[in-house]
């Protein structure tokens, strides 16, 4: 069974930062790209930024130049880090990965369930 695991969201002042990790866990062959998604209160989720396999990464455009994602494959876990946070970044970020779980499957894609970063004072 395939867990995502994101840790590190809380409370943070505008311009403050912090870095949200997922983990995956459980049994899987590979893990090919891996992303951060938000949903804010009231809206859809959207994608904030991603990262493939060899580590091309992509960001919305909101977030360009502040959040830096990362991936550490040896511990099969994607990092966001987030400066110079703002009161429109606070959501519930959401870690998805494309996974194989095995040689009968194809690559499907997990979520994680969540973890809310608020900006205020």
């Known amino acids: 069974q395939v867990q995502l695991v994101e840790s590190g969201g809380g409370l943070v002042q505008p311009g403050g930062s912090l870095r949200l990790s997922c983990v995956a866990s459980?049994?899987?062959?590979?893990?090919?790209?891996m992303g951060w998604y938000r949903q804010a209160p009231g809206k859809q989720r959207d994608l904030v930024a991603s990262i493939t396999g060899g580590g091309t990464a992509t960001y919305v455009d909101s977030v360009k130049g502040r959040f830096t994602i990362s991936r550490d494959n040896a511990k099969n876990t994607v990092y966001l880090q987030m400066n110079n946070l703002i009161p429109e970044d606070t959501a519930v970020y959401y870690c998805?990965?494309?996974?194989?779980?095995?040689?009968?499957?194809?690559?499907?894609?997990?979520w994680g369930k969540g973890t809310l970063v608020t900006v205020g004072s």
């Open positions: 459980g049994s899987f062959l590979s893990i090919n790209a």
């Open positions: 998805s990965a494309n996974i194989r779980p095995d040689w009968r499957r194809g690559v499907q894609s997990y």
